[in-house]
Structure formats: C-alpha cells, structure tokens
C-alpha cells in the first residue's frame, strides 16, 4: 500500500468509510509485493483457502497441515510412483501383443503386482491432485511474479510433463482406454509436419498396431520422469532450505493413506483394445484423461490452438498480471542507495560502509539472494554483502539480520523507522508497540496515520512491516528502553509466510535461539509477544492487543491424529473420485468406415520446348532443346453405398516434387443395418478406376469396419 495522500475534498454523493487521517495498514511500511491484476478476486480466493489453512493450523502443526505442505507431498507422491512403476518391470511385458494380458494378470494377484499397481495408480493421482493445489495456491496468493517467475514457469512445466507422463502410461495398459489415447494422441500428432505417413493408419486394425510406436511410447514413459526431476531441481534451486520432502507424521498420513486406498479399492482394467470396436460409455482417470472428452468432438486443430492460447497465457503469467509500478516505484540499481520515496522498492540494497561481513543476512536469505564480494572501499573488513537483483523478493528479512543496518529496504529503511518509533514513543510513553506484518491479521486494520494508533486499541502504537522476518530484535530493545509497556509482533498465521521464513526467523531470535537474539537482560519476561495470526484474525488480533493475552491453542495429540487421519481419508476419498469418472465416448454410438491406402500414382512426364530466343539467353550447357517435369497423377477414391456415391476424392502425390505415393485416411459415418459397399480406386491420368472390392457388411453401432489396400493392389477388409 502506498504512502497516504493527502484527502481530496469531498465531492457529492461520494462515501467516506473512514476519516480523512485513518488509514489501512501498512502507514510507512508495507507489503513488498506490487499490484496485480484481479486482485480482489485473487485475494478472495486465497483468503478462502487461508480460512481453512488457519483452521487446520489450529489443531495441526505447520509442518503436518497439508495445504501448506502440498509441495512437499506432490514430490512424495511422485517418488512413490517412480518406485512403484520400477517395481512393476517385474511383471509388465513391454510388447503390445503382451502388454494387457501382463496387467491383467497383475490385477488378478490383488495383493502382490496388483497392489502395486494400484498404488502407482493412485500415487500418480494424488501427485497430479496435489500438484494443482499447489499451483492454484501460489497464484491465488499472486507468488508468480518478479523474481519468482522462473519457479513458476519451472512448476508449470513440471505439472505439464507430469500429466503427459500419466497420459502415456494409460497407453501402456492397452485397454479400452489405452485405445482412446492412442488415437487421440495419433490425432493431434497428425497435424503436425512431422512424420510421413499419418499416425492413426497404424491404428486402425489389431494386427497393423505397431510394436516399435509402443516400445517407443513405454521408453518415453520411462525416460521422462528423470527430465521431470531436472526440472524440479530447477524449480527448487532458488530456495534456500527447500521443504522438499514431508516431515514424518505427514509423510505416515500419506503413506498410510495411500496403501490403504491401494488394499481396499484396488484400480480397474477395462476390456482389452479392440481397433474395431469402441463402447458407448467408459469409466477414465479424470487426472490424466478428461482431454479425451473433447478428442472426439473437437478436431485436432482446434485442440491444438486452445492448448497453445493455454499455454502462452499461463507461462507469461508473471509478466502480464503484474501492474506496472509506475514511475515513482521504479526498482533501484542492485545494491544502490535506497530510494526512500520509492514505494515497493527492489531489491533490497546494501550500505557497504556499514557492512561488517558478519554474513548473518546471507544466512537468513530465503531465496539464496545474498552472497558476499569484495569490497570496494579502504574498509578493514575482507568482503561485503551483494543482492541477486533477479533473486530478492524484498521481503526484507535481511534488515532484520543486520545488526549494523547495512542492508535493508529502500522505501521502508531501518534507520528512519527507529526514529519515527522514537518519535511515536515520545509522544505516547507506556504504549503498546505492534510490529503488524503487511500478510497477516494487521494488512486489514486500520491505523490513524499522524499518531500511529489504532482507533479500536488506543493504548497500541502500530507500525506495518513487510514481514515480521523484518524487525530486528535491537528495534524490540529500543522501543522497550523508551518507554514501551510491551512489543507484539504479529506474523503470518504458521506456515503461511509469504516469504517462508520471517515468522519462523522472528520468532528464533526473539527466543534467543538464532542471530541476533533478543537479549534477555533488555526484556524483561513477559515484554515481548509473538502472535501468528491470519488476515481474516484481525479480531483476534486485536482482542490480543487490547487484553495482553495472545490466544492459545494446545490441541493434543489424540486431536491432531484425528484431524490428520481424518484429512488423510477426505483426500484418499477425492482422489478415488477423480480417478473414475465416466464420460461418453461418441464413437460408441456410431459406425463408420475407414478407407486408407498408400499408393504411387502413374507416373507422368510434362515437357515443354523453350522459345529460341530463351534458349540463346541461357550458358551453353543449360541449352536444352526440351523440359520435363516428371510428377505422379492424383489417386482417386470413390466409395459407394447402396448405389450412392459417399466418398468421391483426389489424394495428390507426396514429396517436395509431388513424385512420391499418395496416402489416404478417409472415415465416413454409417447408418446401422446391412449395406452394399463398394470401393474404387483410380492411378491412371484418366477417369478410370482400375481397383475395385465390393461386399455386404452388417454395421451396428460401435462397431467399424476398415478397408486397406495391401502392397499387393488387393483390398482387405477388416473386420
């Protein structure tokens, strides 16, 4: 929130909800974090979420909550498919005449391969599941922006990679399902200039399907899931101290939870992969298989240009949703003089003169933006701090490390806000100072701005700060020595912190167990408070400030394993749901007839005589009487039903010179009944049509019948 402005005379009909001099929270400090677009809306949800966290936070330490752990369970999730799908090598045979018998088998033996297999199936959803709720968190709390770009374009190619991953394991299984994603897939890869014959004619009858496209899929199903964890290590590479696995109660839920899922409801298998035959219904994995939804109703193309409009929306996120600062909030050079008049100033800057290489800043640093240089001055210290411009968020936990005030927040300084709480403190002695963290339960209070005070708490002086990470514990023995009753910091509610570690680091050197610690003999027992509240506790909040009494809660462990077994069940449950969802499948409620060849046309020779005078222009050895052009003819099909024409087209030459085969994949809906069909085929310059197979044919739905031609010039006729 930027510095109040002086009141603008009210006009008609206008509202004032508070006085002229009040405003909201943060007065001189604030949120680091600039605008965005959708705010409201953004805010709105994530205080939802926040509600429930704060709950679950109540009885639940921040470590076993698991919305604030749903990073840390997604790759939990993930390394138990990964070993799971090892594990099932032992049976799964990779050919795909095997392939469905060797699952089939595996299902029957429910408490041995068939255990594992579920378990790598539900494994896999749960990753998906709580991948997405990660993901949906961060941009609710607008983290995507800045210097967080890259761990939100590495996370979203990770959840892309991890649902390819899953798409292409359920063509592994070779069912019905199977079935359907190798035809979308053959589909959508048509489109593109990529291979020479189209995909799906390998798909169209059960003794064309080949083994070296499975194979190749099972080795990319293999293989991508070490380019996953590249990825991962990318997305995780800016943090310091990630919290890349659970803790071990959460990681029992989890474990527990999904062997459980695995015993009790064991995955299913489908009907075996018939090329001809297609059910009107199918139960999917809604995970992995809710594009088959729309792969039958809308063409490729189409497909292709709502995943790439998708696509290009969500990886250039963190550019457009962030509102520009303006011009007087123009982020400073790296480690330059701070800019006091510029609000959400970044990154956090450096006084080298009074740096004394104590290295406490680059220790606390949640993001690893903090190294120390060489000095460029005559200090007798052998190096300085420098900030990473493209790794600071301007959290300002730094400021609250530095004993000398050496490094800190342009447009919120540590050296004028001493001096404003001495001026505060002067003016109100006895008072109650309140460190309020822009994130938590003080970002909705409101302050009077001249004196620093709360209208709802008179005796509390407030002061936002951009984290609580930020207040050092020598500005807690300042405003103790002039005259403060007591200090609270109010951080985030826990494990909530936007910046990871403030509240945590805050409450560490207040309790003496981190640098630099709260000196016991400059606060008294009892002085000093922490609360960790948030946004939706100001209430709370303020019932603390008032009474001096922060609220408690100190579930027991009978609670917090029902809550967490609880959880672990509600999840378990969400997660079976979404993995059987049944869709219609069109195909099932039709038939048709697929043609499909690949033949050379005739080949024709077109010459032509160039004038003389042509001719007489060209070198000597490029003087020739006649040019010729030697391309194929066009293969016409035609295709009769009942004696009416349904099908009657030209499929041109393949190759940059149109001298190669002509290749055709043409379906065409049937009505249900008996029928005569005829197919003709024509590779002469002329009208004629040399190749021709008649036959009756019995349709009904969900069932098709295939017509190939065979390198011999006969048609065969499937089934």
Not at 44 to 62: F, H, M, N, P
Not at 275 to 298: C, H, I, K
Not at 353 to 366: L, Q, S, T, W, Y
Not at 627 to 641: A, F, G, I, K, P
Request: charged share 20%; hydrophobic share 45%.
């Amino acid at each position: 929130m930027a510095d109040a402005a002086p009141a603008s005379p009210r006009q008609p009909g206008a509202r004032v909800s508070e006085p002229a001099r009040l405003r909201r929270l943060p007065v001189l400090g604030g949120s680091a974090e600039p605008p965005v677009r959708g705010q409201a809306a953004l805010e709105g949800g994530d205080g939802l979420v926040l509600r429930l966290s704060v709950a679950l936070s109540r009885t639940l330490r921040a470590e076993e909550n698991p919305l604030t752990q749903s990073g840390a369970i997604t790759t939990v999730t993930f390394l138990v498919a990964v070993v799971s799908g090892i594990v099932l090598l032992f049976w799964y045979s990779t050919s795909v005449h095997g392939a469905y018998d060797s699952v089939a088998a595996m299902t029957g033996a429910r408490w041995t391969s068939g255990f594992v297999r579920t378990l790598h199936r539900y494994s896999s959803d749960a990753c998906m599941l709580f991948a997405s709720i990660h993901a949906g968190r961060l941009l609710l709390a607008r983290r995507v922006g800045g210097a967080r770009w890259l761990a939100w374009v590495t996370g979203l190619l990770s959840l892309g990679l991890l649902w390819f991953i899953g798409w292409i394991g359920y063509w592994l299984v070779w069912d019905e399902r199977g079935e359907r994603v190798a035809r979308a897939s053959a589909r959508m890869l048509d489109v593109l200039p990529v291979f020479a014959d189209p995909m799906s004619r390998s798909l169209l009858v059960d003794a064309h399907v080949s083994s070296l496209t499975f194979f190749v899929v099972f080795f990319v199903h293999m293989l991508l899931p070490l380019a996953m964890g590249v990825v991962l290590f990318i997305h995780i590479k800016r943090l310091a101290r990630p919290e890349f696995l659970t803790r071990t109660v959460l990681s029992v839920w989890v474990g527990v939870s999904l062997c459980l899922m695995s015993w009790l409801l064991p995955a299913d298998l489908a009907e075996p992969a018939r090329m001809t035959e297609s059910s009107s219904r199918l139960v999917v994995d809604g995970y992995y298989l809710l594009p088959l939804v729309l792969t039958d109703r809308v063409g490729p193309t189409a497909l292709w240009a709502v995943a790439l409009a998708l696509g290009l929306v969500l990886f250039s996120l963190p550019w457009w949703l962030v509102r520009p600062r303006g011009a007087g909030a123009i982020a400073p050079e790296p480690n330059a003089a701070p800019a006091h008049s510029a609000r959400h100033a970044r990154p956090a800057y450096v006084e080298e003169a009074r740096c004394n290489a104590c290295e406490v800043c680059v220790g606390d640093c949640p993001y690893n933006a903090i190294t120390m240089q060489p000095r460029t001055d005559d200090s007798a210290h052998p190096a300085r701090a420098f900030v990473d411009p493209s790794l600071c968020v301007g959290c300002g936990i730094c400021a609250g490390s530095c004993d000398s005030a050496g490094i800190g927040l342009g447009w919120n300084d540590s050296i004028e806000q001493r001096h404003r709480l001495d001026r505060l403190l002067e003016s109100h002695p006895g008072a109650t100072v309140a460190f309020l963290c822009a994130e938590g339960a003080g970002a909705t209070l409101t302050v009077d701005d001249a004196t620093g005070r709360l209208p709802d708490a008179p005796d509390v002086l407030a002061m936002g700060v951009p984290c609580a990470g930020w207040v050092h514990s020598l500005l807690v023995e300042r405003a103790l020595r002039r005259g403060a009753a007591r200090v609270v910091i109010a951080a985030c509610a826990p494990g909530e912190c936007r910046y990871r570690e403030g509240g945590k680091w805050s409450a560490a050197r207040l309790a003496g167990e981190r640098r630099p610690e709260l000196r016991p003999e400059k606060a008294p027992a009892g002085s000093v408070t922490t609360l960790a509240l948030g946004r939706h506790e100001a209430p709370a909040l303020l019932r603390a400030l008032r009474d001096g009494a922060a609220p408690t809660t100190r579930p027991t462990a009978v609670a917090r394993w029902a809550l967490g077994g609880g959880l672990a069940i509600a999840f378990s449950l969400f997660t079976y749901a979404g993995s059987v969802m049944p869709i219609s499948v069109p195909d099932g409620e039709r038939s048709h007839l697929t043609i499909s060849f690949k033949r050379a046309g005739m080949l024709a020779e077109q010459c032509v005589e160039p004038p003389a005078e042509e001719l007489a222009k060209r070198p000597i050895h490029m003087r020739q009487a006649k040019q010729c052009d030697r391309r194929r003819t066009d293969v016409r099909l035609r295709v009769t039903l009942d004696d009416r024409v349904i099908v009657q087209r030209a499929f041109a030459p393949g190759g940059l010179w149109r001298d190669s085969a002509s290749v055709a994949l043409e379906r065409v809906e049937l009505p249900p009944g008996e029928h005569r069909v005829r197919v003709e085929l024509g590779d002469t310059p002329d009208d004629a049509y040399g190749l021709s197979s008649e036959r009756v044919i019995l349709t009904r739905t969900g069932r098709d019948h295939v017509v190939l031609l065979g390198d011999d010039g006969q048609f065969e006729w499937h089934p």
